[in-house]
């Protein structure tokens, strides 16, 4: 999916920067309100301004969760602070409903890397691997996985945190998965897997993260399908929309090359008049 990337920027931050204003500027307003009048002391306001750990801290005093991820003999309990998780609004509703001496959260349906990742994001704000711009794929190494994608599992897991991340509410970590999916290398079958994944638990309407995907097969079918023909022809049949998806992008690039090569057949490149379609007397 590389080479299908839409260009997203993620900010180290999303606090805007804040104008103090020059040394003029409050020697100006100190002289103007000798008595201190309005505006408030600077002082005050410097000191009152929110401190980024001493908020990190009053996450760390909330109670902690237990959350249930997984079912039958996959279930696995996490915990994590109260006030990370009320960040995600599908968090905050279900804890709300609870007490404080009995918080827990059941995610049966989900898979443990992915709520893995999630409380990765949450406590840092990045989840592995992350995103490095002096790699040339721009993800960081992982020497436990293999450099191509043979499988669809490394496609997976950015689309499962991509998933989550929708049901959670947290379009940050939604575009942050989505960014990194564009960076694994993979072969025809991992991108069968994905397409799979994708077009069972997104709705119709995300073409943010399904049309890079029709995109992808559209220009590279003709050589991919041979290398996973019978998954390719599986996926259309279990997913007809996939296959229209796939088809209409084609028929696009068909008329758009079919009408470029009619514009340059005409003199002065310009548009041609249309032939008029010859009679047949009887």
Request: glycine residues 6%; contains cysteine; proline residues 6%.
């Amino acid at each position: 999916m590389v080479d299908t990337e839409e260009n997203v920027q993620i900010g180290d931050s999303a606090e805007a920067d804040v104008d103090m204003g020059t040394a003029e500027d409050v020697q100006e307003a100190d002289d103007d309100n000798p008595e201190g009048e309005g505006g408030g002391d600077i002082t005050a306001n410097r000191d009152t301004a929110p401190n980024p750990q001493t908020i990190f801290l009053e996450y760390l005093k909330s109670p902690i969760v237990q959350i249930i991820v997984g079912s039958d003999d996959d279930a696995t309990a996490l915990t994590a602070h109260k006030a990370i998780l009320q960040q995600s609004p599908w968090f905050d509703e279900r804890l709300s409903e609870l007490p404080d001496d009995d918080l827990r959260i059941e995610m049966r349906d989900e898979t443990l890397e992915a709520v893995g990742c999630f409380l990765q994001y949450q406590y840092t704000g990045e989840y592995f691997p992350r995103r490095l711009p002096n790699v040339p794929d721009g993800l960081e190494p992982d020497p436990s996985v293999p450099a191509i994608d043979n499988t669809g599992a490394q496609l997976l897991k950015h689309a499962q945190v991509y998933t989550l991340a929708q049901k959670l509410g947290l379009p940050e970590l939604k575009t942050l998965a989505h960014s990194k999916i564009h960076r694994i290398n993979s072969t025809a079958v991992g991108e069968i897997a994905y397409a799979r994944f994708v077009y069972g638990n997104t709705p119709a309407e995300d073409v943010t993260i399904r049309k890079p995907v029709a995109a992808f097969w559209a220009t590279r079918s003709h050589v991919l399908r041979h290398e996973a023909e019978d998954e390719f022809q599986a996926m259309c049949l279990e997913y007809p929309q996939f296959g229209f998806d796939v088809l209409s992008l084609v028929l696009d690039q068909r008329e758009k090359r079919a009408r470029e090569r009619e514009e340059e057949s005409t003199p002065g490149g310009g548009k041609g008049r249309k032939r008029m379609r010859p009679s047949i007397n009887i």
